[in-house]
């Protein structure tokens, strides 16, 4: 003869899986918070500055341009130049920033001499990344779609007009505007051609 349960076991069992649903879903709102406010974190010129290689470096060149002070007011920081705003770009480049961290931890440009020293490779690889992405990170602040040309000086209004026809972007043309533009006179015929620099 059997006993009858009473439905306990069906009913312990539906309230063990509500518990262990409820639980993954509150630490689930925690993990989310916490990888969201680490990855803000690390999108701040301060987070950026924390390494003296920056600080040292190209912050104190950045200093002296327009993207840090200018009649506006209307400053570009560290992140809104190297770091997309939509997420899914910004996850793709918080992955490739772990090379740079490898590279913090070796010592790769820890002195200026050897910042100096890799100055003109890290600049190709910063050059070709916004070349591949047609300098949206530019283009966040900066719109063919919103430039009043008259408003421009007389060498560049055609130039910005000519590059918008030509399909031209961004870092074609303003190399050397946030950080000190390095010596090129080493690329080949090919590389000036690819970084649009003149012979």
């Not at 649903?21 to 950026?48: D, K, Q, Y």
């Not at 966040?140 to 055609?158: F, G, I, K, L």
């Not at 961004?170 to 950080?179: E, P, W």
């Amino acid at each position: 003869m059997t006993t009858p349960t009473n439905g306990k076991k069906g009913f312990l069992s539906r309230r063990s899986v509500k518990a262990v649903l409820i639980i993954g879903f509150v630490l689930g709102i925690l993990f989310w918070g916490a990888f969201n406010t680490a990855l803000e974190l690390t999108n701040t010129e301060t987070f950026c500055l924390s390494c003296h290689e920056m600080k040292d470096n190209v912050y104190q060149e950045y200093r002296n341009t327009i993207h840090y002070s200018n009649r506006t007011g209307v400053r570009a920081t560290c992140p809104d130049c190297h770091v997309p705003k939509d997420w899914t770009h910004k996850i793709i480049r918080k992955i490739q920033a772990s090379n740079e961290l490898y590279h913090k931890a070796l010592g790769t440009i820890n002195t200026r001499e050897k910042f100096e020293g890799k100055r003109l490779e890290l600049a190709k690889h910063e050059w070709r990344r916004m070349k591949k992405v047609d300098s949206r990170e530019c283009r966040n602040c900066h719109s063919y779609d919103y430039m009043d040309y008259t408003m421009q000086s007389r060498r560049a209004s055609p130039q910005h007009i000519d590059g918008f026809n030509e399909g031209k972007t961004c870092i074609d043309c303003h190399k050397g505007i946030a950080h000190q533009m390095p010596d090129t006179s080493e690329l080949s015929k090919e590389e000036r051609e690819e970084f649009n620099l003149e012979q």
